[in-house]
């Protein structure tokens, strides 16, 4: 019989509930907290408790994962008064699934260690629906070991999990995918804008170029949505932007220029700037209308 954990959650978005689902439905003790009870009741009726404070699910849990929006919200519920580590005990594994600055997540790492706590950074990527299916893909930074031994929960959220190395390497590899996806959602907004000028049947379109050399995640899972003038969030705005400038920062910080990733951030700025931001990425269609 698989080992059962007491697992605590700090982090209820679009994301963070479908992994919850997925922890309760494989018979795990689920223990959540998010600022609105509200957004959490939907979760309580499948069976997950809810508790006031990131520092009481802390208290209540032999591993804790979180999923928040920005660097800040991380440093709040890891470092408050009624944080995890002012209120988790020893031998407690935290894993910061947030996308967020590498720098962070080696000082959450160091400071579990003064704890004798575990810490990994692992982020992830596959969108709402990745969460929904289970089929996230999960880049792991910190001890390999404790990586090992929690992978039996990784399993049951992501079917892509790779560990990348030390503490930060996990928060690294997803600012590459990020890179990677700022510039290819540019390419597939301007593909759909194009054909359209062009006259053609855009969903033709896609049933040519999604299976060729132009193939990608974001041409097969939101270019329909941009057809369908779909455009709520797998993976807000306001998140991506985020990411991309803490990709800009870290990358000057290496000397490294990256003007691809820097005009992404500002047709996004623009977007935001126009009320877009709690939009999904693919509301970058805008820009062209």
């Given at each position: 019989m698989a080992e059962q954990w007491n697992i605590g959650f700090v982090g209820t978005g679009v994301m963070g509930s479908s992994i919850i689902k997925h922890f309760l439905h494989a018979g795990h003790i689920v223990n959540v907290y998010t600022r609105t009870k509200e957004k959490a009741l939907p979760l309580v009726e499948l069976g997950a408790n809810w508790f006031q404070t990131a520092g009481g699910v802390a208290s209540n849990s032999n591993i804790v994962f979180t999923m928040v929006g920005y660097p800040q919200d991380v440093e709040e519920v890891y470092f408050d008064e009624s944080g995890i580590f002012k209120n988790g005990?020893?031998?407690?594994?935290?894993?910061?699934?947030?996308?967020?600055?590498?720098?962070?997540?080696?000082?959450?790492?160091?400071?579990?260690?003064?704890?004798?706590?575990?810490?990994?950074?692992?982020?992830?990527?596959?969108?709402?629906?990745?969460?929904?299916?289970?089929?996230?893909?999960?880049?792991?930074?910190?001890?390999?070991?404790?990586?090992?031994?929690?992978?039996?929960?990784?399993?049951?959220?992501?079917?892509?999990?790779?560990?990348?190395?030390?503490?930060?390497?996990?928060?690294?590899?997803?600012?590459?995918?990020?890179?990677?996806?700022?510039?290819?959602?540019?390419?597939?907004?301007?593909?759909?804008?194009?054909?359209?000028?062009?006259?053609?049947?855009?969903?033709?379109?896609?049933?040519?170029?999604?299976?060729?050399?132009?193939?990608?995640?974001?041409?097969?899972?939101?270019?329909?949505?941009?057809?369908?003038?779909?455009?709520?969030?797998?993976?807000?705005?306001?998140?991506?932007?985020?990411?991309?400038?803490?990709?800009?920062?870290?990358?000057e910080l290496m000397q490294l220029d990256l003007p691809g990733l820097s005009l992404a951030k500002k047709m996004y700025d623009e977007l935001a700037s126009k009320g877009y931001e709690d939009n999904g990425t693919q509301a970058l269609i805008r820009y062209y209308k």
């Open positions: 005990q020893a031998g407690l594994i935290v894993v910061d699934m947030t996308t967020s600055q590498p720098t962070l997540a080696k000082k959450i790492a160091d400071h579990a260690k003064s704890l004798q706590m575990d810490a990994l950074d692992a982020p992830v990527s596959g969108g709402d629906i990745g969460a929904q299916n289970g089929t996230l893909s999960i880049m792991v930074g910190g001890e390999r070991e404790v990586f090992n031994k929690i992978t039996p929960l990784f399993n049951l959220i992501g079917t892509n999990i790779v560990y990348q190395g030390e503490a930060g390497a996990g928060q690294h590899t997803k600012m590459c995918n990020q890179i990677a996806i700022a510039t290819n959602m540019i390419g597939v907004c301007e593909a759909i804008a194009y054909g359209k000028k062009a006259g053609l049947d855009i969903e033709d379109v896609l049933v040519s170029i999604s299976s060729g050399a132009a193939g990608s995640w974001s041409l097969s899972n939101l270019a329909p949505r941009i057809v369908n003038e779909d455009l709520a969030p797998g993976f807000y705005v306001k998140h991506f932007i985020k990411d991309m400038k803490i990709a800009l920062q870290e990358a």
